[in-house]
Each structure stands twice: as structure tokens, then as C-alpha cells.
């Protein structure tokens, strides 16, 4: 995907440190972190566009991208981070692979 400067924009999902990195070029330019909750939940928890990358539409590039991947995993999306569970209140092609948070998931992530 290009973004309006052309660069190369990539997200990669980093099951080693349970995260989807996106990157601009070669630059890593931020993740969006989650955690698995058994075999079918994935809670995501933490999104970040560091702060030279911002501005550009990346954060949404990756919730798409790290969402959609999941979910063709088998994984049901958790919104604890606040800007996923912003940007699904308007992305509803998403509501059905979505599951509301409960304790269960905010005590599995301490």
C-alpha cells in the first residue's frame, strides 16, 4: 500500500513479541500489540504510530490490516485499545467478528 508520498507501506504480524509492526520503506513505524486468549480471542491492547510517522493515515492502515488477518486466522477481535474500539465503531463490516470486553480479558492481560 502507497501512501500520497509513495512510500512502500507494510504490516507484518511479530507473533514472537505478539504484535503487527507496520513500516514505511524499511522504517519501523509502529505495532499494534495483542494478546491471545485461548485459541479464539485475540484481545488487542496497545496501538502506537510513532510520532515522525503520524499524520498519514498509518494507524488505520494497520487496525485494518492486523484485524483482517486475524480474523482469516480464526481469531474474534477484543477492542480493549482505545483506538481500535474507536476505529470499529465505524468500520461495522467488522461487528461480527467482534466480541465485547469483559473482566475476563482485562484481568488476562496484568
Not at 485475540?42 to 510517522?53: K, N
Not at 493515515?57 to 490490516?65: K, N, P, S
Request: net charge negative.
Amino acid at each position: 500500500m502507497n501512501d500520497q508520498n509513495q512510500q512502500e507501506v507494510t504490516v507484518r504480524d511479530n507473533p514472537d513479541k505478539s504484535r503487527f509492526d507496520i513500516f514505511v520503506e524499511d522504517t519501523h513505524a509502529g505495532f499494534s500489540a495483542y494478546k491471545d486468549r485461548g485459541e479464539i480471542q485475540r484481545i488487542f491492547y496497545h496501538t502506537v504510530v510513532f510520532d515522525e510517522f503520524e499524520g498519514r493515515g498509518l494507524a488505520g492502515t494497520l487496525t485494518r490490516t492486523a484485524l483482517s488477518t486475524s480474523i482469516q486466522a480464526g481469531h474474534r477481535i477484543v477492542a480493549v485499545c482505545p483506538y481500535v474500539k474507536k476505529w470499529l465503531s465505524t468500520h461495522h463490516d467488522f461487528d461480527d467478528d467482534t466480541d465485547p470486553v469483559g473482566r475476563e480479558h482485562l484481568h488476562a492481560l496484568r
